[in-house]
């Protein structure tokens, strides 16, 4: 969903948290590593409920205020909880058949 990241030709540091959030020593390694390669900087990270992600997010961008204009716009686009949806069908649908084809060898 988020590879090659591009604005305005140029690639985009895309960083996505994974957990509760993105530790502040992490992004501030990120928004180093920005300057260092002269590129923008965008980190996402998932908002959870009852330990599940419920598809609400909160964008953190480092660069001009063009590209986080424009960076909120894209994401506006993104329908995350139908992506989290699916994710999940696709996962559950996984994790299904990884356990119903060794049961079927077991009871031969």
């Known amino acids: 969903m988020f590879d090659h990241l591009t604005w305005l030709g140029d690639g ?9 959030g993105m530790p502040q020593a992490t ?6 590593l ?3 390669s002269q590129k923008n900087l965008l980190t996402l ?5 009852n330990d599940a ?3 609400d997010y909160q964008l953190h961008m480092v660069g001009p205020e063009a590209f986080k204009r424009d960076m909120v716009q894209h994401f506006k686009t993104i ?6 949806r699916r ?6 649908l996984a994790f299904d058949h990884m356990w119903l084809t060794p049961m079927a ?3 031969s």
């Open 87 to 92: 994710r999940k069908e696709m996962v559950t």
């Open 12 to 20: 985009v540091i895309v960083a996505v948290a994974t957990g509760s």
């Open 105 to 107: 060898a077991s009871a």
């Open 79 to 84: 329908d995350t909880k139908r992506l989290l």
């Open 53 to 55: 992600y419920n598809g």
């Open 45 to 49: 990270e998932f908002e959870q409920e």
């Open 27 to 32: 992004f501030e390694w990120l928004k180093g």
């Open 34 to 36: 920005a300057a260092l």
